[in-house]
C-alpha cells in the first residue's frame, strides 16, 4: 500500500475508532481499535504499522488542541466539509504520486514512487467486470484488485447510507461547488431549469449507468479470464489516465459540458451525469436511513407558522417541509437541511423505528464503510496489483495501439 494511502486509511480509521470512543460507544470503540490494530499487525508491512502509531498520535494531539473537531461536535456543514477537502486533498496527493510513477514507466526507468491502488476506482467497468467474474467464476482479478473493492465500498456506503459518499466525500462534487460559487460571482441570479427540462436532464445519468452495465452484463462470462489476462486490462489505469491528461476533441467537448453544467446549477454535475450518483441513487432506496420530519415539533405542523428553511437549505432542491420523509435519490444526506432546522428534533436522518444518525454518527459509519474494506482485502492480499512494471513499461510505449 502507497504511503498516501496508508496515511489517509490510518488516520480515518483511527479518526473513526476515536469518534466512537467520544460518542460514547466504548465497546464500539474496542473492538473497531482491535480489529485495526489485529489487521495492521497481519498485513506484516511495518510502515502500515508505524503509520497507525503516528495516527494515533496525530488524533490524540488533535483531540487535545481542537476538542470540538476531535469530537466532531461543531455544526454538521462545518464537519461535513472538514470531510469533503479531507478526501479531495488525498485524491490529489494520489493524483500526483500516480503521475510520478506513470511518467518513470513511460521514461522506462523502474518508479521509486508505488502506484497507487486505489486509483483503480476511476475504472468502474473493469470494477463491474471483475465483480462478476467474481459472481459467476470465482475469479479474483491480479491486475487491478481495487477497482472490485472500490465499487463495493461506493456500493455500501449506499445501501446503508444513502449518497453520503456523494455529499460528504466526493471530490468532484466539491469541485463542482466551488465552480458553481464561482459562477455565482459572476452571474449572481440562480439559472434553474423548469420541471419539464430537469427531469430528462436528470434521467441522463441512468442512461449512462445503463449504458456501462450493459458492457458489463453482456460480456459472456466464458470470455472473462482471456479479457483479464488481456493487454488492455492491464494498462486500463494508463490509458484512462491519459484520457484526461491528452483528451481528444470530443472528450474536451464533454469536459466543457460538464463544467459547463456545474457552474450553471448547484450540484449539476452529480444530478445530471455522474453515473456513479446514479448507482448510489438507485441503492439509496435500499438505506434505512432517510430525512424524516417530524410534525410533532416542526413548525408548520406544531404551531401553524410557516417555514420552509430546510428546503431552502437543499442544494438537491428537494421540498424537505411539504414531506415527511424524503426518499429522493438526490438526496445526498448532507444534513444541511437539519443544520438549517430551528427546532433540534424536527429533522432527522433516522430510520423508520427512530435510530438517529447524528452527523457524527454518519461520519464514523462512512469512513468505517470506506476504509475497513481496503484494509482487509490488503491483509488477505486482494489490494495490490499483481502486473510487474517492466510489462507495464513494455505495454505504455504502445498504449495507444492497444484495444479491447
Ligand atoms: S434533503 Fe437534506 S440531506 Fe438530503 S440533499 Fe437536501 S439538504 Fe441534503
Ligand atoms: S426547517 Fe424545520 S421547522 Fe422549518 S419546515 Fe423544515 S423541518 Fe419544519
Redesign the pocket.
Known amino acids: 500500500m502507497s504511503t498516501i494511502e496508508s496515511v489517509t486509511l490510518m488516520l480515518a480509521l483511527v479518526y473513526s475508532t476515536s469518534l466512537l470512543y467520544w460518542s460514547g460507544k466504548k465497546w464500539g470503540a474496542l473492538v473497531s481499535g482491535t480489529l485495526l490494530i489485529g489487521a495492521t499487525l497481519a498485513s506484516f508491512f511495518w510502515p502500515l504499522l508505524l503509520i497507525l502509531l503516528v495516527s494515533v498520535l496525530v488524533v490524540t494531539l488533535v483531540g487535545q488542541y481542537l476538542p470540538a473537531f476531535a469530537n466532531a461536535d461543531g455544526r454538521p456543514n462545518a464537519i461535513r466539509e472538514i470531510c469533503q477537502h479531507f478526501f479531495a486533498l488525498s485524491i490529489l496527493l494520489v493524483a500526483v504520486q500516480y503521475a510520478i510513477n506513470a511518467g518513470m514507466l513511460y521514461a522506462g526507468e523502474t518508479p521509486w514512487l508505488m502506484r497507487p491502488d486505489v486509483g483503480d476506482a476511476f475504472l468502474p467497468i473493469a470494477g463491474g467486470i471483475e465483480l462478476k467474474a467474481i459472481i459467476t467464476l470465482g475469479l479474483w482479478d491480479q491486475n487491478h484488485p481495487a477497482a472490485v473493492v472500490m465499487l463495493c465500498v461506493v456500493l455500501l456506503t449506499g445501501i446503508v447510507c444513502k449518497r453520503a459518499f456523494c ?1 460528504w466525500a466526493c471530490p468532484l462534487g466539491l469541485a463542482g461547488e466551488y465552480l458553481y460559487k464561482l459562477r455565482k460571482k459572476v452571474v449572481h441570479s440562480e439559472l434553474l431549469p423548469p420541471a419539464w427540462i430537469d427531469w430528462p436532464l436528470r434521467m441522463l445519468k441512468y442512461l449512462l449507468l445503463a449504458a456501462l452495465c450493459y458492457l458489463v452484463i453482456s460480456m459472456p462470462s466464458a470470455t472473462i479470464p482471456h479479457y483479464l489476462a488481456g493487454n488492455y486490462h492491464k494498462v486500463a489505469d494508463l490509458k484512462m489516465a491519459a484520457f484526461f491528461l491528452m483528451p481528444s476533441m470530443a472528450a474536451l467537448i464533454c469536459f466543457g459540458i460538464i463544467f459547463a453544467l456545474a457552474a450553471w446549477r448547484r450540484q449539476g454535475f452529480c444530478r445530471y451525469i455522474c453515473p456513479y450518483g446514479a448507482l448510489l441513487g438507485i441503492v439509496s432506496f435500499l438505506s434505512p436511513f432517510k ?1 424524516r420530519r417530524n410534525t410533532q415539533h416542526c413548525l408548520i405542523d406544531a404551531k401553524g407558522m410557516s417555514c420552509d428553511k ?1 428546503t431552502r ?4 432542491n ?1 421540498s ?1 417541509h411539504t414531506q415527511k420523509t ?1 426518499r ?1 435519490d ?9 443544520s438549517a432546522c430551528p427546532k433540534k428534533q424536527a429533522l432527522q ?1 433516522s430510520t423508520r423505528n427512530g435510530i438517529n444518525l447524528s452527523a457524527r454518527g454518519l461520519l464514523i459509519v462512512l469512513l468505517t464503510l470506506m476504509f475497513m474494506l481496503p484494509l482487509l482485502t490488503y491483509v488477505s492480499g486482494y489490494w495490490h496489483s499483481q502486473t510487474p512494471d517492466g510489462i507495464k513499461m513494455e505495454l505504455i510505449q504502445k498504449l495507444n495501439r492497444i484495444g479491447h
Open positions: 455529499g430525512i430546510c437549505a437543499c442544494p438537491a428537494i424537505v424524503v429522493s438526490e438526496c445526498q444526506a448532507c444534513l444541511r437541511c437539519v436522518l
